[in-house]
C-alpha cells in the first residue's frame, strides 16, 4: 500500500514557513492524485480543471490550518472531495446553465474514461471495468474516485473513509455497494458490445440514445440475468481491484505544451488521441498541466504562480537566433506569432484543442511563417530512430513529401489556432499525405505545442502511449517533420507512413 514521502512531513513545514520549493515540490507529488480523484468524480466534466485548482489552492493557502504534516495527504483528498460536491451543489442549484457552459460539457459518453483508456493502454477486462464507470449513479462515482485509488495502490481505506467522513465500517459498506454496481456496469458494457448483439436485448435498447443511465443499466441487467445469450458476460469476471492494482494515474493535460497521437491504415483513422473536450480556458484563467516525461516541477512552478501572481516568473528563453526558412515552397503569409510565455513541456497524447478561431477571413499579417530549419527535423528523427534501434526497428527516413503534409498542417494550425489531427473541414493526414504526393498505407501522426527543443519533444512522445506506438512502429519507415512557431508556443508535427 502506498504511503507518503517520508519527506512529505518536513516539506509542510517548509511550505508553511514560505518556502516556494516546498510548496512546489508538494504540487509536483500531489497533482496527479488530485486530477485522477477529481476527474473520474466528475466524469470529464468541464469543471474538472477549476476545480482541482481550486483544491490544490485551499490546501496550499490552509496548510497552516493542518495540525499533522504527515496527514497531508488524507488531508488534502477530503479537501477534494468537499470542493466536489461543493460542485455538485453549485449546479443542482442554478435554475439554468449558461450557454457557455452547456456547450463546454464534454460528450456525455464520457470524456476521462476515454482519456483513460487511451493514456494506460487499457485492454480486456481492465478497458471493460473503465467503460463499466460511466454506468454509475453520482455519488458511486465520487466514492470510486477515491477506491480507484485505494486499489491501485495511493490511498488507504482510512484516508479512503476520512475523504468521505464517515467511519471505516459505513466505507466499507458503501465500497461493497458501489462494487457491485460496477460489476453490473461491466455486464452492461459487455452485453451492448457483444457482436452481434443478443436479438432480444437488440429490440429491448431500440429506443435508447446511447447515453448511460441508471434506468438502462437496470433493463439491460435484469435482461442479462434471465437471458441464456446474456447469461454467461457474468461468468468470468476479476475483480476489479486485482486488474486495478499498480495501474498508473492518468497525467493531467490542461494547458500546458500539448501534445497528441493519431494513427490509420490506408484511408480511415484507426486510433484517434482522445483530445480533452474541456476547450480552451476562458481569458486570465490560469492552465496548468503535468509533464510526466520530465517530472512535476515545471507545472508546480506553474501553477504556484497562477496562484500566487505577486510572484517574480521567470524569464523566456532567448533563443539562439532567428529560425531558418524551410527549404520547401515559398512560405505563404500568415499571423505572425504572439509573444508568449510557453510552460515548459509535458507529456500525453494529447491536449485541449483550442477553439477554431469565429473567423478565418481576417488579413493575414505579411510577415511569413517561419519553419524549423532542415537541421531540427533531422534532429528530431536521429532521435527517433535511436529509440527504434533500441527497439528493434529500422530507421525511419526523411520524405520530402511527408514533410510537406506535416509543414503544411502546422502552418495551418499556427495560423487559424487549433490544435488538432482533423482540420476544421474535417480532412486527416492521410489526405494531407495524398495531396503532397505521398499515397499511405499505414500511417501515423504526432503533435506537440510548446517546447523548442527536439530532445523534449521526442520525450515527451515517449509516454507509453499512443505517441510512442507510432514512433516505434516498425512498419513505418517514411517521416516527416514540421516545427512552426505560434501563439502557445511552437507547432511540431511529425508524419509517419509506410507507402501503399
Not at 452481434?196 to 442479462?224: F, I, N, Q, S
Not at 496548468?288 to 515545471?298: I, L, N
Not at 473567423?359 to 531540427?376: F, I, N
Not at 512522445?461 to 514540421?482: F, K, P
Request: hydrophobic residues 40%.
Amino acid at each position: 500500500m502506498h504511503r507518503d514521502s517520508e519527506h512529505t512531513p518536513e516539506l509542510v513545514t517548509a511550505a508553511r514557513a514560505g518556502d516556494g520549493r516546498a510548496r512546489e515540490r508538494l504540487v509536483e507529488d500531489y497533482l496527479p492524485l488530485v486530477y485522477n480523484v477529481v476527474g473520474r468524480a466528475l466524469d470529464g466534466h468541464a469543471d474538472v480543471d477549476d476545480v482541482v485548482q481550486d483544491t490544490m489552492f485551499r490546501a496550499l493557502d490552509g496548510l497552516g490550518g493542518l495540525r499533522e504534516p504527515s496527514r497531508f495527504r488524507s488531508w488534502l483528498v477530503a479537501i477534494a472531495m468537499n470542493q466536489i460536491r461543493r460542485r455538485w451543489n453549485d449546479r443542482q442549484q442554478a435554475p439554468t446553465a449558461p450557454l457557455e457552459r452547456v456547450v463546454e460539457r464534454p460528450d456525455p459518453a464520457g470524456d476521462f474514461v476515454d482519456l483513460t483508456i487511451l493514456r494506460l493502454g487499457l485492454s480486456g477486462q481492465r478497458r471493460e471495468v473503465a467503460e463499466a464507470t460511466r454506468w454509475l449513479d453520482e455519488d458511486d462515482r465520487a466514492l470510486l474516485s477515491l477506491w480507484w485509488q485505494e486499489a491501485s495502490g495511493r490511498l488507504t481505506r482510512a484516508e479512503l473513509a476520512d475523504a468521505l467522513g464517515v467511519p471505516a465500517r459505513h466505507a466499507a459498506v458503501r465500497v461493497q455497494r458501489m462494487k457491485a454496481q460496477l460489476e453490473t456496469g461491466r455486464v452492461v458494457v459487455r452485453a451492448l458490445s457483444a457482436t452481434p448483439r443478443c436479438g432480444a436485448l437488440a429490440r429491448l435498447t431500440e429506443d435508447w440514445d446511447g447515453r448511460p443511465a441508471p434506468v438502462w443499466r437496470k433493463r439491460v441487467a435484469r435482461h442479462a440475468r434471465g437471458c441464456r445469450a446474456c447469461g454467461g458476460h457474468w461468468a468470468d469476471l476479476i475483480p476489479a481491484e486485482g486488474l486495478l492494482a499498480g495501474l498508473a494515474l492518468v497525467v493531467p493535460l490542461a494547458g500546458f505544451p500539448q501534445v497528441a497521437g493519431v494513427a490509420g491504415t490506408g484511408g480511415g483513422m484507426a486510433v484517434a488521441a482522445a483530445a480533452d473536450a474541456a476547450g480552451p480556458a476562458p481569458e486570465g484563467a490560469a492552465r496548468w498541466r503535468v509533464p510526466a516525461a520530465v517530472g512535476g516541477a515545471v507545472v508546480a512552478g506553474a501553477l504556484l504562480a497562477a496562484l500566487w501572481p505577486a510572484a517574480p516568473e521567470a524569464p523566456a528563453p532567448v533563443p539562439d537566433g532567428p529560425p531558418a526558412r524551410g527549404h520547401a515552397a515559398p512560405v505563404p503569409p500568415s499571423a505572425p506569432p504572439a509573444p508568449s510565455r510557453t510552460p515548459s513541456p509535458s507529456p500525453s497524447p494529447t491536449a485541449p484543442p483550442p477553439s477554431p478561431s469565429p473567423s478565418v477571413s481576417a488579413a493575414p499579417s505579411p510577415t511569413a511563417t517561419r519553419t524549423a530549419a532542415p537541421s531540427t527535423a533531422q534532429r528530431l528523427t536521429e532521435l527517433v530512430n535511436a529509440r527504434r534501434a533500441e527497439a528493434g526497428c529500422a530507421p525511419l527516413r526523411l520524405d520530402a513529401r511527408l514533410t510537406a503534409a506535416a509543414r503544411a498542417h502546422a502552418r495551418d494550425m499556427a495560423a487559424r489556432g487549433y490544435f488538432a489531427h482533423t482540420d476544421p473541414e474535417g480532412r486527416n493526414a492521410d489526405a494531407r499525405m495524398a495531396d503532397a504526393g505521398y499515397r499511405a498505407g499505414a500511417w501515423a501522426e504526432n503533435l506537440h505545442r510548446g517546447p523548442r527543443d527536439p530532445a523534449v519533444v521526442v520525450g515527451d512522445w515517449m509516454d507509453g502511449s499512443i505517441h510512442q506506438e507510432n514512433m516505434l512502429g516498425c512498419h513505418y519507415r517514411d517521416t516527416g517533420v514540421a516545427a512552426v512557431p505560434g501563439p502557445e508556443g511552437t507547432v511540431w508535427v511529425q508524419t509517419l507512413a509506410g507507402p501503399a
